[in-house]
């Protein structure tokens, strides 16, 4: 059974960066479909960013242009960085997993997660 782990998380100023990595326990990036989420207090979790099997990226429209989903599979890792923060992306972070090839932005069709990592961006 995959098991990923986040790290990464923290608290920056708006407009600072952070880099979030997720570290699964086998050789699933390489493989499937890996994305992150993010759920704010009192919201529901939502797809931040996912990459396909082949590299094909998806993005929200809240974060296009300020953060980069990319996976290294040799480490079995996907990276989130995430610049020009503002103070609306504080939530907690999710990594999560899937076996498909091309990947949705349905958080109810992913099995795998993480233990997740909080960011928090003050004004």
């Known amino acids: 059974q995959v098991q990923l782990a986040e790290s990464g998380g923290g608290s920056v100023q708006a407009g600072g960066s952070l880099r979030l990595s997720c570290a699964a326990s086998?050789?699933?990036?390489?493989?499937?479909?890996m994305g992150w989420f993010r759920q704010a207090p009192g919201k529901e979790r939502e797809a931040v960013a996912t990459?396909?099997?082949?590299?094909?990226?998806r993005y929200a429209d809240s974060v296009k242009g300020r953060f980069t989903i990319s996976k290294a599979n040799a480490k079995k890792t996907v990276y989130l960085q995430m610049n020009s923060l503002k103070p609306e992306d504080t939530a907690m972070y999710y990594c999560a997993a899937g076996p498909w090839v091309y990947c949705t932005t349905n958080t109810g069709a992913y099995t795998t997660w993480g233990q997740g990592t909080q960011v928090t961006v003050s004004s």
């Open positions: 990459i396909d099997r082949d590299g094909s990226t």
């Open positions: 086998v050789d699933y990036p390489s493989r499937a479909c």
